[in-house]
């Protein structure tokens, strides 16, 4: 997997065909690094928003792109819609990893608590309704996940 695996971003309209592929491939996977990049891209609301989509079709998500959606969900300077589909696909991809089983558990342990923590930041802190909902249905998904695994 290259560095540059969807080239041009500019170029969304390619890019997104390329993600449309992919994921009907279930080939997302291996390009863990790359939704990365689209989730760090700001000069493109349609791409963010389609690769954090996406992520509901990654089967063995990494720790990274975790702290990646995380990142996403504490940025003030974005549009909550876009949080709120985080603090979403975070819970996702958390209940995917615990159930993977594929980490250390010691790890596991503390980078769960770390996100949960990180969340109950923004939990108190003041936040629209809306976003601290989202927030709280997270949380409490990812709790839930951790007390049955």
């Known amino acids: 997997m290259t560095s540059n695996g969807f ?13 449309d592929l992919l994921t ?5 996977d291996q390009w863990q690094e790359q939704l990365i990049r689209l989730l760090r891209f700001d000069q493109n609301w349609r791409l963010r928003e389609a690769a954090i989509e996406s992520l509901a079709f990654v ?14 969900i504490k940025r003030n300077d974005l ?14 991809l958390i209940l995917k990893i615990i159930d993977n089983r594929q980490f250390d558990l010691d790890i596991l342990q503390s980078f769960v608590r770390e996100i949960i923590v990180e969340m109950e ?3 108190a802190s003041p936040e629209p309704p809306k976003f601290h909902h989202a927030l709280q249905n997270s949380v409490a998904g990812i709790r839930q996940a951790i007390n049955r695994g």
């Open 24 to 28: 009907q491939g279930g080939a997302l």
């Open 7 to 19: 080239g041009n971003l500019n170029d969304w309209g390619v890019v997104l065909e390329k993600l």
């Open 121 to 123: 930041a923004l939990l």
């Open 59 to 72: 089967k063995n998500p990494d720790l990274d792109l975790a702290r990646e959606i995380l990142l996403l």
């Open 79 to 92: 549009y909550y819609d876009v949080r709120i589909l985080a603090a979403d696909a975070i819970e996702q």
